[in-house]
């Protein structure tokens, strides 16, 4: 009778030191399935961060001028304002605005240009002148040293309430070649595929 108990005491031992290792075995996995998980997640983290911070760190540095329309001379006092800051600038005796620093977002896609830009919108405000609104103004990264300098030319006004003056920057000769080449990329793939379908079509 005692071997018999001492035997089922023995087995229900066994038993429970082999369920402890086992629940021991699968926390242990676990916690390395966790730690591994929070090992991922900084670095995924910091690849963001990283890609972020290149975004802000591209910088374009703009320099507006505001010239006579008709002599070509420097217009001092000039204000000048832009969409995307809530800041006023004053042309001097130059005709020239301060240096002014603007964040460039470079998405990634930019579609048919590889080049990225900030788009804008300028208005210039002189008593004596119409106003001038330019739309699409393309503010792209530049250094301090060599900024990016947008001439503006004001017409005298003849009244107060004359007609303000709206224009649109165009591409610049660089980005119109660039535009070009992936136009001109596109048709050849479109013709190709035309070809090729109409080709299919005939054999059938």
Known sequence: ?????SNRFLAVTILAIFVIALVGIISNKSLEKTKMASSEIPKTTQTQTQEVSKVDTLKGYLQVMVVDSKTGTPVEGANVVFSNLEQLYTTGK????QLIPMNIKSTGGLGITSQPYE???IGVFKQGYADYILFNAKVR????DKPQLKVIRVIKASTPATTPVFAMEKYSSEMAKEVMNKMREKLNSLANSTQEIEEIEISE
């Open 119 to 121: 788009e804008v919108v």
């Open 1 to 5: 009778m005692l071997s018999k108990v």
């Open 141 to 144: 990264p530049t250094t301090q």
């Open 94 to 97: 130059d005709g020239k605005t």
